[in-house]
């Protein structure tokens, strides 16, 4: 217990130490998901995608109401005019202003189904925005914790290259008396331009980290504080449970066969009448005789297709063919979600199998580290057996780091397949945004001079900002 608390603590001050460069101000895991969370153009553009499927609703639900247009015409005649009993030019000039009004009294209920299916949509749309917002946080968590992982290796290198120097020191002092060959400081030249490489290496691995980062966060890392303790998670049984619960994917694919089923029932009320009711008001003046009239007519028909090529009957396959389809792809995302589950939770079990196996590896290369050099100091080894006993040293402490760090990232990829990694269920300081706000104002359809019109205006302008 002891060592382990040691060796902790040194992946901890490696660690640590890795973040000494950057603003004085830490910046931890959460604040980094929230700048990831406001940042993401992503998630935008998937609000956006959203507020266009609640119009959908909209669009659906003015189907249902009465329509009332205007038409206004100005007619000139002109020509030569000759009868038995007179002849001339003809010359007028005519205006008509006419109000249109049309209602659809009954459709077999084509109209409130697509009202329906929009609706549906719309539901899909929104677990489609979760998902995006689990991948943006996955991709933030995966970033910021790939910083710390290379932070960490880079200072491991860099602790490595001054061991190796001071063993290529120590290896010509002793070639200086006569203990060793200048193969044995050949060999340490050697390891020490490989050390040079690796921390080359390194250095180029955490830029392109912090590049990722600056990508998904928005702004550079600074100095970047330790993640802290896992998230509480579920045990397996009860996740696999909640996935196929509430798991976004699932959700999304459920309410799009809704939304097809629904269509199937459209496309075939489109086989069938409808009885329809208009109006018109409309007024002429005859500019050249000095008549006027009003005129108005109401008008009851009724019309519905007697053949159309067959196009009618392909709609409606081609629309079961989509639900059969959607209906296939629901089974394979259960089964993918149910495989993610297992999947993340065993990676997370590994990864804590090989933190501990790493932390075992790291005391046992510690002590003979130790005593290597202990032993190359008197005489009984050569510089080769201590430069292979710090190399070994050194492949345990950079596969710790790494578990430390697959082990967090694992425990996120967990949450998200479970569907709980979202910024409600994080506790993020974020200004949650709400898909049933914009729904609840676009869902009857205000016109844009009323006062729910007018509303919208104005969130839509908070939103474009």
Do not use: C
């Not at 830490?26 to 990831?36: G, R």
């Not at 084509?110 to 991948?135: D, F, P, Y």
């Not at 008008?299 to 959607?326: C, F, H, M, N, W």
């Amino acid at each position: 217990m002891t060592f382990r608390r040691t060796v902790r603590g040194f992946v901890a001050a490696a660690m640590v130490t890795a973040m000494t460069s950057g603003a004085a101000m830490a910046e931890n895991l959460a604040s980094a998901l929230t700048s990831a969370y406001n940042h993401s153009g992503l998630l935008d553009q998937n609000r956006a995608v959203l507020r266009a499927a609640d119009e959908d609703v909209a669009i659906a639900m003015a189907s249902l109401r009465p329509t009332l247009s205007w038409a206004a015409e100005v007619k000139r005649t002109f020509g030569y005019s000759k009868t038995l009993q007179a002849q001339g030019r003809v010359n007028s000039t005519e205006t008509t202003l006419a109000l249109i009004g049309s209602y659809t009294l009954y459709d077999f209920g084509r109209n409130k189904l697509a009202l329906e299916g929009a609706k549906e949509t719309v539901l899909a749309t929104r677990e489609a925005l979760i998902s995006v917002e689990q991948q943006i946080l996955l991709g933030a968590v995966s970033a910021y914790l790939n910083v710390r992982r290379n932070q960490a290796i880079v200072n491991l290198r860099h602790n490595n290259v001054r061991v190796i120097t001071t063993e290529l020191r120590a290896a010509r002092d002793r070639f200086e008396v006569g203990e060793v060959t200048r193969t044995d400081v050949a060999l340490a030249e050697a390891s020490l331009a490989s050390a040079r490489s690796a921390l080359a290496g390194a250095q180029g691995d955490l830029e392109i980290a912090k590049a990722t980062y600056t990508s998904v966060i928005g702004h550079p890392p600074r100095k970047l504080s330790a993640p802290g303790s896992l998230p509480r998670l579920p045990g397996q049984k009860e996740g696999q449970a909640t996935a196929l619960r509430i798991h976004p994917d699932l959700r999304q694919v459920q309410h799009q066969i809704l939304a097809l089923e629904y269509a199937i029932k459209e496309a075939e009320a489109d086989m069938k009448p409808t009885i329809s009711l208009s109006g018109r008001l409309g007024a002429t003046d005859s500019l050249n005789n000095g008549t006027y009239s009003r005129t108005g007519t109401i008008t009851l028909g009724a019309e519905g297709p007697i053949y159309q090529g067959g196009r009618l009957s392909a709609v409606v396959r081609k629309v079961k063919a989509q639900r059969d389809q959607a209906k296939g792809n629901l089974h394979a995302t259960r089964h993918g979600i149910t495989q993610d589950v297992s999947t993340a939770y065993a990676t997370l079990a590994v990864a804590a199998a090989s933190i501990e196996a790493s932390e075992r590896q790291v005391r046992a290369a510690q002590i003979a580290f130790n005593g290597v050099r202990e032993e190359a100091s008197l005489g009984a080894r050569t510089t080769v057996d201590v430069l292979d006993a710090e190399q070994d040293l050194l492949d345990a402490r950079a596969t710790l780091i790494s578990a430390t760090i697959d082990r967090h990232i694992a425990a996120y990829q967990v949450l998200a397949t479970l569907g709980l990694l979202t910024a409600k269920n994080l506790h993020l300081d974020v200004v949650h945004y709400d898909p049933v706000e914009y729904y609840n104002l676009v869902k009857t359809a205000p016109t844009a001079k009323s006062r729910q019109g007018r509303q919208l205006d104005r969130v839509l302008e908070r939103l474009s900002r």
